[in-house]
């Protein structure tokens, strides 16, 4: 990506010296424009969009839009523009610092993104919607060539790239381009993606899988009923 050469260098110096896990971030805010845009360079991996998004979405920031891009060596550079929400202290650098903490903890194996996600849900503004948006998910292999183009229409929400992206990594899709689009309380995220060995995603059966898991995932769950307890799973 254009302007981002530096952040390159960056990494392979960390590399080089043997970092574990190499990573190098960036960190650019635009005040005038109410975002900041947060770049990270690390070796490619599966799953890797995912856990970026999980840890934004651990700290609360709500992503207004995303571009990934991996190398023929396998280096990643994903850039997230977040946005400056009322009260919200994105350009703070102590909480991008505990950002970028939380990050290499995840990408090392130390921190699990999901529990993390899961552990770290907070109320947020975006959750009070004007109306209900239904969420749709539509297929395209007459856009790309090498692509299958996977449109999701859903309701705006911090946290909602990460339940995505983390769906199609375990339903074993490959995230190779994404694009999101916020249009004030419904979100457009367009995804370029091919199945793990790189194919296109053609069969109707695999496909319709896709679709409800991903419908499943971004469902609200159910309040329990008030004369009915809840029932904690047993670990015994």
């Known amino acids: ?31 005038e424009r109410d975002f900041t845009e947060f770049a990270v360079c690390t070796r490619d991996r599966p799953g890797l969009f995912a856990r970026l998004s999980g840890v934004l979405a651990a700290h609360g920031m709500n992503i207004l839009a995303a571009r990934i891009d991996t190398s023929r060596d396998d280096v990643a550079l994903d850039a997230f523009r977040v ?15 505990r950002v970028e903490r939380t990050l290499r903890e995840v990408l090392s194996g130390a921190r699990d993104v999901e529990a993390l996600v899961a552990g770290s849900s907070r109320p947020s503004v975006l959750t009070k919607q004007r109306r209900p948006v239904p969420t749709r998910v539509e297929f395209h292999n007459d856009v790309s060539a090498a692509y299958t183009v996977v449109d999701v229409y859903a309701a705006d929400r911090v946290g909602l790239l990460f339940t995505i992206t983390n769906c199609l990594y375990h339903l074993w899709v490959q995230i190779h381009l994404a694009k999101i689009t916020t249009m004030v309380n419904e979100v457009l995220d367009v995804f370029y993606v091919t199945d793990a060995e790189g194919r296109k995603l053609e069969d109707p059966g695999h496909l319709a ?3 409800e ?6 469902s609200p769950a159910p309040a329990p009923a008030a004369s009915e307890p809840v029932r904690v799973a047993s670990t015994a």
């Not at 946005?83 to 610092?97: K, L, N």
């Open 83 to 97: 946005s400056h929400e009322a009260g919200d202290d994105a350009v703070d650098r102590d909480r991008w610092e």
């Open 209 to 211: 899988r896709i679709r």
């Open 1 to 31: 990506m254009l302007g981002h050469g530096e952040l390159r260098r960056r990494f392979e110096q960390a590399e080089a010296g043997g970092e574990q896990p190499a990573v190098a971030t960036q960190l650019i805010t635009f005040p």
């Open 213 to 218: 898991e991903l419908v499943r995932a971004l």
